[in-house]
């Protein structure tokens, strides 16, 4: 979606894909077969490039760093890309910077014992794979001991047990910096989640203006502790004391992609801007109400055509092969009132559940 949007930006992109087969081959023709966490992979194609950055976390930070110290501009930074690669790490420096996230520890080895005191209030907790989880792998809500998920993970990664909170809601709010300092920023969004995975991103927000603001103000605080380049998706926990946070992304996020319709500049074009050292664009919202749909893999394909079909609705096809959990792609609703709003929603949900 990024080389899509790509348009007239006066750059020239390349692309380290891990085969072929990868979707994005068919859109940048300029690129190498390489697996992102593979060192020498990733130093080798960023030395052909000016700028190196992401759609995904998955990546080799100590290749970045070599890029970096040899003057590639890495964007956004080994650093910040940091927060998004390891749940601890962002859970431990957000607490050092006294921001409100769930009460949590972690656990680098098999401690019995702190992992008795924090769960002895607590009937249910949620463990957290610190590395390597996405889309609510790597998540367990555990009701009662959560002994023996901490014992599989820890051979793997080290774990950060957390608070189960009660939520009365879902926010995502996206932030944009330039290389100049310079940053714009998307209006809070309600986010639906199932399973871990976000089904459903509706624009506007329904939560109080206080809680919007709060949202709002939360994610300036985030971005400039962050200091990534590009977009920084910052998602929140609406909870009986305030907003929390709940995971940030340092890349071009699911809850952005409304904006491709339903933005003056999309998230990916202004991701492109920032790292490409441009001027940003402005994020207005263009209708009254936008609703973004993922698109998820099941036993059988999806009815791309019956969706495109419908007025008012965008489909976007990412040319995934077909896999159950699997996002394929995402359907983008716009209307001007609220009655044909609902009814393309309802249409849209009724062929997915097919």
Known sequence: MMAEEAGALPLDLSLLAHSVDDP??????????????????????????DVVTFDHEVVNLDALATLEAEGCVVAPSPRALRFATDKAFQRETFAQHRLPVPDFIVLRTLDHDAIAAFCSQRPVVVVKAARGGYDGRGVTVVSGD???????????????LEEFLELSGEVAVTVVTARDGSTVLYPPVDTVQRNG??????????????ALNAATQ?????????????????????TARGVVINEVATRPHNSGHWSIEGATTSQFVNHLRAVGGLSLGAPTVGAP???MINVVGGTTEPPWSALAALNGVTVHHYRKANR????????????????????????VRHLLAK
């Open 218 to 238: 939360l994610a300036t605080t985030v971005a400039e502790l962050v200091a990534a380049v590009g977009v920084l998706a910052i998602e929140l926990f609406v």
């Open 289 to 291: 109400l936008i609703t």
């Open 146 to 160: 959560p002994t023996d998920v901490v014992r599989d993970l820890l051979p793997h990664t080290p774990v950060v």
């Open 324 to 347: 159950p959990g699997r996002k394929l792609g995402h359907v983008t609703i716009v209307s001007d009132e609220p009655t044909a709003h609902d009814q393309r929603i309802q249409r």
């Open 24 to 49: 994005a081959v068919s859109v940048i023709p300029n690129f190498r077969c390489g697996a992102a966490l593979d060192f020498d992979a990733v130093v080798a194609f960023g030395r052909q490039c």
């Open 197 to 210: 995975m976000c089904v459903e991103v509706n624009v506007p927000s329904t939560l109080s203006p206080a």
